[in-house]
């Protein structure tokens, strides 16, 4: 499929915003939101929310509201709302002046709530938080009505404003919606609205000891927002009856939140394959030191990923071709690794960096002789131009392109064979030394012929190969991290009896502790991209100081993944 085809076809919630349009809904207005809690760091999935909810914005000429849904002080940070934003303005999106928190509406859903409480559709219930469970039963059964159901609203006021004013230990009640313990959708069957927490919120102190419900914040939240079109994943699905029904009974009284009313969309969650995504995990990990934290280039959060050398765009197109689906599905994580590989092969300057190095001794060129050659930036972006690399005598070329005696269609460098040294000189490979105990191979030695210097070449040779290379007297010594997948099985989660963490893969992470490069890469800035050529992807690690260049592997040049699995 051509980017162009892809582009016209429309996702079925594009259907829905267009048709919408159409009929001349909300007088041609889009609103959407991103509402994440801000309980943990964003990861791969919050980014396919982000693209989705502000790129439908920007298709339709609408916009996003950023909405932290921070209804529960006891899992929530200041730390997490400030690294949240990072993670979206480094996406590349903009929410303008308009962030806000669902407990800006703290007071407004207090106020709802009473006069739910004064139509008869609330009641404050005295029940142990366990009796609740037990009492709504199970689905194809009818729920028990509690005792305290049919209090008086003198009464049901009386308790709730005695609530808030802290007057009861945490637990000790609840305010219900009164709605129907025998409906077959659970999430009707009398719904907790405020639940008693002595605890300090991050934003609003100690103003309050009771604390709406996400169910009951959320829906209210869009619609005093007025967003449009409510997009969230599947599992809501079966609540939107209860967002429906609260917004029915407010609307009797408050009748602005029934325009626009909010519209909710449902969307699979993105999975991908050999990851976990859900925060509770993400955080073992971090806690229990598997990963080395947040930012682990082996973890799919937005800071992971960023360090690991990910751009904004490659993520970004990736959430755009994995589209919308309205059914669980599982998407492999050699497409993300494949939507990188292709934003960096276009931006990506290439230089030469040898990752296992054998001495290579060029014995006819001149002894202290350097020559700095020009070799392009990036073939793929002619505007990108070219650098200066050194050349000398004695380089280091990889230990791999090398074989004492190759096959037939070894391309690279064997005793007698020629070889171009990448935008240098054919060589031929005169000798070599070999460790007697190991049979490693520790010295090269070849002859240069300075007719057939690149791009200046009269000599008419042909050969098959190009290998890459640095100038010994010349190359810095760097750290590479190289990256496989974190996790051996593509469904970690997925096994009932087994922890996740048994399938941790311990190949996860091989430090080269000393590479070499080309010293132009001395100048390099923290995640900065670059192709090494023939090896991969790599960036500069932030932790890197200026005596130790460190290196994380972005990907690999191919997609190796895909051609084990076909074997
Ligand atoms: P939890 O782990 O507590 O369920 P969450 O991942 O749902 O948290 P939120 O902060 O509630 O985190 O998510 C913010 C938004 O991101 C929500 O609209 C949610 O639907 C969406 N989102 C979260 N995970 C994914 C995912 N894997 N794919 C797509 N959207 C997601
Ligand atoms: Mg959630």
């Known amino acids: 499929m051509s980017e162009n085809e892809e582009n016209n076809h429309k996702n079925f919630i594009e259907e829905i915003v267009e048709q919408d349009l159409a009929q001349g809904k909300n007088e041609g207005v889009i609103q959407t939101r991103f509402p994440p809690e801000p309980n943990g760091y964003l990861h791969i999935g919050h980014a396919k929310s982000i693209c989705l909810n502000f790129g439908l914005a920007l298709e339709y000429g609408g916009k996003t509201n950023l909405r932290f849904d921070d209804t529960n002080p006891v899992t929530e940070d200041v730390e997490y709302v400030e690294s949240i934003k990072n993670d979206i303005r480094w996406l590349g999106f903009d929410w303008e002046d308009r962030e806000f928190y669902a407990s800006d509406y703290f007071e407004k859903l207090y106020e709802y709530a009473v006069q739910l409480v004064k139509d008869g559709k609330a009641y404050v219930d005295d029940s142990p938080l366990e009796e609740i469970r037990r009492m709504r039963g199970v689905p194809t059964e009818p729920g028990e009505e509690s005792p305290y159901r049919d209090r008086s609203v003198e009464e049901n006021l009386d308790l709730l404003e005695r609530m808030r004013e802290g007057e009861f230990p945490e637990g000790a009640r609840v305010l219900r919606a009164k709605i129907d313990m025998a409906s077959p959708n659970m999430q009707l069957r009398d719904p907790v609205m405020y639940r008693i927490l002595h605890k300090e919120h991050h934003r609003t102190g100690d103003a ?31 609540h939107r009856p209860l967002y429906d029904w609260f917004l029915d009974q407010i609307g009797t009284f408050d009748a602005s939140v029934l325009q626009p009313r909010p519209r909710q969309i449902e969307f699979a969650r993105l999975n991908l394959s050999y990851t976990v995504m859900s925060k509770r995990k993400l955080l073992e990990l971090v806690e229990g030191d598997f990963v080395s934290g947040w930012d682990d280039p082996r973890l799919p959060t937005i800071l992971g990923m960023r360090r690991r050398g990910y751009t904004a765009s ?31 092969n276009k931006t990506a300057p290439r230089v030469m960096g040898v990752l296992d ?34 050349f000398s005598r004695e380089l280091y070329i990889e230990q791999d392109d090398f074989m004492e005696d190759p096959p037939k269609k070894y391309f690279r460098l064997g005793p007698g064979g020629e070889v171009r040294l990448k935008g ?45 290379w640095v100038s010994l007297p010349h190359a810095l010594p760097v750290e590479v991290r190289l990256y496989d997948r974190l996790f051996t099985d593509p469904d970690p989660a997925g096994h009932k009896d087994q922890d996740f963490k048994r399938f941790l893969n311990p190949e996860s992470l091989n430090v080269i502790e000393k590479a070499y490069v080309e010293p132009s890469l001395k100048q390099a800035k923290p995640l ?40």
């Open 357 to 390: 190095p054998v001495k290579l001794i060029i014995t006819n060129y001149p002894e202290g002789q350097r020559e700095d050659l020009s070799i392009e930036n990036n073939p793929e972006d002619p505007a990108s131009g070219s650098r200066s690399v050194p």
């Open 424 to 468: 240098a000189y054919i060589i031929t490979c005169t000798d070599f030394k070999k460790d007697p105990d190991t049979g490693k191979i520790t010295e090269i030695y070849a002859t240069y012929d300075p007719h057939t210097k690149s791009g200046e070449d009269t000599s008419g040779k042909k050969v098959k190969g190009t290998i890459h």
């Open 208 to 238: 309050w000891c009771i604390y709406p419900t996400y169910d009951w914040a959320h829906g209210q939240s869009d619609a005093i927002e007025g967003i449009t079109h409510s997009i969230c994943t599947l599992e809501f699905e079966v």
């Open 528 to 567: 900065e991209n670059f192709q090494f050529m023939r090896k991969g992807y790599y960036c500069l690690d932030p932790d890197s100081t200026e005596d130790r260049l460190i290196f994380n592997q972005t990907v690999t040049l191919r997609d190796t993944w895909a051609k084990i699995q076909q074997k």
């Open 314 to 344: 490659g993520i970004r197109n990736f959430a755009e071709r994995v589209g919308v689906a309205k059914r669980d599905n599982v998407i492999d994580l050699s497409f993300l690794e494949y939507c990188i590989r292709e934003d960096l």
